[in-house]
């Protein structure tokens, strides 16, 4: 659902709600709209700010990462949002513009307290179960798109697909005749040969062990070291915990191509840096290039664009994706929260 026919469909709801509510109250009394009826519409405002404050903070917040403290915390101030709320408007505002409030003039804003808390408890309920089912449609339609496009993905691969088999026999007798004559260059058919097969290579949820993709990266950038021989700065950090979490596959060579193909990779005063730094359960990648200015490949080889589609996909509300360009330097930061 659109965003815009969202916000439609939650002010019809309320509007709805409220006309319901005060329609009902003037039928069972009998009587004319009066000035009590204000009052319902302070109620129906609080418990509109109570809704929100779950629905729009609290739930996709906490709820949906399992942040089991921050979300009871918040739920337990929710009921007192609410009766601030209806305090401010009841007996603050309406005093002052209209001469009319709830409780008596007496009451302590104590008694006030205890009688309106627990009035929070289901509308915290209903905006728990509409978000729950909104979020439930949400995940179905990207599971869906997600589908649909692995579908075409596969199709395509079909299409273009060279038999791997002929493939890797090809690069081993590659490198079995150039191993006598260049030791280098069979060594680099063989990470070429490694670097097919990983990439060939599928899984059902479509994800690798970390320390595989860290080693296609280290095998891409030993391809690139032979051409500039020498001439070659590039650091790559790796750092924390690479063994035991699983990453989507090829899901950072992108960044690191990017940084090949518009950086500077044969400058010692402006190396390609590169860094990872993995826990248990997170990981936060960063790629850092000056830009070459006289690169006349200026296309982006997957595309930023695509890379935030995957990342949305594959990891809706866990990761962030941070992009620096001052038209001197260029840095790519990701950051997954959960692997």
């Known amino acids: 659902m659109k965003k815009s026919k969202l916000i439609l469909f939650h002010v019809v709801g309320w509007v709805l709600y409220i006309a319901y509510s005060i329609l009902e109250d003037l039928i069972m009394s009998g009587g004319p709209f009066s000035w009590k009826h204000f009052l319902f519409i302070t109620y129906f405002v609080a418990m509109a700010v109570t809704f ?12 949906k990462r ?42 302590t804003f104590s ?43 596969e199709l395509a691969f079909l299409k273009s697909q060279v038999n791997p088999h002929f493939l890797y026999n090809t690069l081993n007798y590659l490198y079995a005749q150039a191993y006598p004559v260049s030791e280098k260059l069979a060594e680099a058919i063989l990470k070429l040969s ?31 070291r032979l051409r500039f021989e020498d001439r070659f700065f590039v650091e790559f950090d ?56 006289h690169q006349k490949d200026q296309s982006t080889g997957i595309g930023l664009v695509n890379i935030k589609r995957r990342l949305e996909l594959i990891y809706p509300g866990q990761h962030t994706l941070t992009v620096q360009n001052d038209s001197r330097v260029y840095e790519a930061k990701l950051e997954l929260t959960a692997l």
Request: charged share 20%; with cysteine; hydrophobic share 45%.
């Open 194 to 224: 490694d670097m097919m097969r990983y990439m060939l290579h599928d899984s059902p949820d479509g994800k690798v062990e970390l320390h595989k993709e860290v080693d296609y990266l280290h095998s891409f950038i030993d391809i690139f």
């Open 238 to 293: 790796v750092r924390g915990i690479i063994d035991g979490q699983r990453i989507a596959s090829l899901l950072l060579i992108p960044f690191v191509e990017n940084a090949f193909k518009h950086g500077t990779a044969d400058d010692p005063n402006a190396p390609i840096q590169i860094s990872l730094s993995a826990t248990a359960n997170s990981l936060v990648f960063t790629v850092r290039n000056h830009i070459n200015n």
């Open 66 to 107: 399992a942040k089991v403290l921050p979300l009871l915390l918040c739920l337990a101030f929710a009921p007192f949002l609410f009766t601030f709320t209806r305090y401010f408007l009841e007996e603050m505002m309406y005093p002052l513009l209209l001469g009319i409030r709830n409780y008596g003039e007496g009451t």
């Open 52 to 63: 929100y404050f779950c629905y729009s903070f609290v739930y996709p917040r906490f709820l």
């Open 111 to 153: 008694y006030y307290l205890t009688d309106n808390l627990f009035r929070a408890i289901p509308m915290m309920a209903i905006s728990a179960v509409v978000w729950n089912v909104q979020d439930a449609f949400k995940k179905e339609k990207e599971n869906k798109l997600l589908r649909q496009e692995k579908t075409q993905a």
